[in-house]
């Protein structure tokens, strides 16, 4: 399914079962991510239920189950080829306004 067709709590429950198969994954349980994210179970729980939590529960749980590689492909960083810099024509300067003869 298009995930743009989804609502935002959709969108944050699918989220939260990503979240839970990355621990899955792990062979962690949601009290061991807990602790070792340095959050309580209570939010652990949410976050892998509604998706709902913050987002600094969010990255530390990311952190704990060795998947911070997730948060660069949620904007990678823009790759500049320099053959396309080349090939690319500068941009028009702004014409100036003719100065004014100065009249002593």
Do not use: C, W, Y
Request: no cysteine; hydrophobic share 40%.
């Amino acid at each position: 399914m298009d995930l743009s067709l989804k609502t935002p709590a959709e969108l944050q429950q699918q989220l939260g079962l990503a979240i839970r198969a990355l621990r899955l994954r792990k062979n962690f349980t949601q009290r061991e991510t807990a602790e070792k994210a340095g959050v309580s179970l209570r939010a652990m729980a949410s976050l892998e239920t509604s998706g709902n939590s913050s987002v600094e529960t969010l990255v530390r749980v990311l952190k704990a189950v060795d998947a911070t590689a997730v948060i660069g492909q949620i904007a990678p960083p823009a790759g500049i080829s320099p053959m396309a810099l080349l090939n690319t024509p500068t941009p028009p300067q702004r014409a100036r306004k003719p100065r004014k003869p100065r009249t002593p």
